[in-house]
């Protein structure tokens, strides 16, 4: 057998004209969080090319620690994407790439055996995986996250342990409250109002598994803007967090139950998690080689729109509600930017009802270092990526922030716990839930 055969899978091989698309003029540099906090070029897009390039010669092996390492230490946020003047796939190389990892290297450390484990034999498994969050909302409910925390024994014994119990305590509800300028003022009413039309929700494994007071706000905003909204029962995680480690097919197997299970609902599907939302319009690249669903995943990713996308607000005017609380300002989520390109709808749906209580975030469009379980696999670099983005939050002097990704959630959220920050973190339907109460805009 030949050296390369065995030690890469080929998957890279297949995409060598997008590899070599890269011309490395080194654009991407300053807009990687990773480069910019080493300055090692292998840190960098252009640098981890130039490895996917010697692995897909056969120069270099697939399973070699110069590889895995920097691939490893990649956050995916794509944000080189939006710079790069070739147009370069990075986050379609990315993902090929540590696919060849895994199919090189049977044998990984036991934070990346352990998440492997989790993805293959509990996530799949919506009886296992229901099983598992509510065990975490038990024991997020009885403040023994919070307690550990408070003794600093977890901080003592590993920085890994204390960040996993702060990301738990993080997903904590926080609440919003919008208090009446006038009392006998009337709310503003969505610009849509009165328009009846049909969409489905997809839940997500995070935000249904500690975050469903989202969806329920997502459903409360939605039905006000005149949507009937139906949720599929038989859909599942994703695929994200599969991809991002590797596993291809664990990834492709969800995206097939997922599109089938919207197939017999012709209608816009909804989301309000980033990544999740980019992993959806992805399933078209994903299953490009499934002769029975290529077309199909192609038609379920043009169905995907954010919570931002499918209502209209209005621009921002002097309202019946004040934020309490505030100011409130909003963090980019990475996918929901570069992924699903719907940032912008997000923060527009946001500054609608906020008005004057909001303020600008620098460096709102730049990686939390979150990026799904990389927080708990690379806690140093993630740590160092955050720690920019909580001086950020402190300089603007906001109070409350809001992300449109609940791993973005907890990372920053976390973040401000262990930095002692006063902080309150929120989706941003979240808020306009909030506003519509205050508003009266919802029936009794």
């Not at 890469?8 to 990773?34: D, F, N």
């Not at 990984?108 to 993805?119: D, F, H, K, M, N």
């Not at 960040?163 to 993080?170: I, K, M, P």
């Amino acid at each position: 057998m030949s050296t390369q055969t065995s030690t890469q899978s080929g998957l890279l091989s297949k995409e060598r004209e997008k590899i070599l698309a890269c011309v490395h003029c080194g654009l991407c540099l300053e807009s990687c969080p990773t480069y910019r906090a080493t300055g090692n070029e292998n840190d960098g897009p252009r640098g981890r090319i130039y490895l996917m390039r010697a692995v897909e010669e056969g120069k270099l092996r697939a399973d070699s620690a110069i590889f895995e390492r920097h691939i490893d230490r990649c956050l995916g946020c794509r944000a080189c994407e939006q710079v790069c003047p070739s147009g370069v796939e990075y986050g379609n190389l990315l993902e090929l790439s540590r696919a060849e990892i895994r199919a090189a290297k049977k044998t990984r450390g036991i934070a990346y055996t352990l998440q492997s484990w989790v993805l293959r034999y509990i996530w799949p498994h919506p009886g296992r995986l229901a099983l598992l969050f509510w065990s975490a909302r038990v024991f997020r409910g009885l403040r023994l996250a919070w307690l550990a925390l408070e003794t600093g024994i977890p901080t003592l014994v590993s920085r890994r342990m204390a960040l996993a119990l702060a990301l738990l305590e993080s997903s904590r509800p926080v609440r919003i409250k919008f208090s009446r300028n006038d009392p006998d003022a009337t709310g503003r009413a969505p610009v849509s109002e009165g328009i009846e039309r049909n969409a489905s929700l997809f839940t997500g494994c995070v935000t249904a598994g500690l975050f469903d007071r989202v969806n329920n706000a997502t459903l409360r905003v939605l039905r006000s803007n005149g949507f009937k909204t139906e949720i599929p029962e038989d859909q599942a995680c994703c695929g994200a967090l599969h991809l991002h480690s590797g596993d291809v097919e664990g990834a492709r197997q969800l995206a097939r139950r997922n599109i089938r299970a919207f197939d017999s609902i012709e209608s816009p599907i909804i989301t309000n998690a980033g990544g999740c939302g980019a992993m959806l319009v992805n399933y078209g690249h994903l299953l490009a080689d499934d002769p029975e669903l290529a077309e199909r995943a192609v038609s379920f990713g043009s169905r995907i729109k954010d919570i931002g996308q499918a209502i209209d607000l209005g621009t921002s005017n002097e309202s019946a509600c004040h934020l309490e609380g505030g100011p409130a300002t909003y963090d980019a989520s990475c996918h929901l930017l570069h992924g699903q390109k719907a940032s912008d709808a997000a923060l527009g749906m946001l500054g609608a009802v906020i008005g004057k209580d909001f303020v600008t975030l620098a460096g709102s469009d730049v990686c939390c270092g979150g990026a799904g379980v990389y927080n708990l696999l690379e806690p140093e670099l993630s740590s160092h990526v955050l720690n920019e983005k909580l001086d950020n939050v402190k300089a603007s002097g906001a109070k409350i922030l809001a992300t449109g990704n609940p791993g973005c959630h907890m990372q920053i959220r976390a973040g401000a716990m262990l930095r002692g920050i006063d902080l309150k973190v929120c989706h941003p339907v979240e808020i306009v839930d909030a506003y519509y109460q205050c508003s009266g805009l919802y029936e009794d």
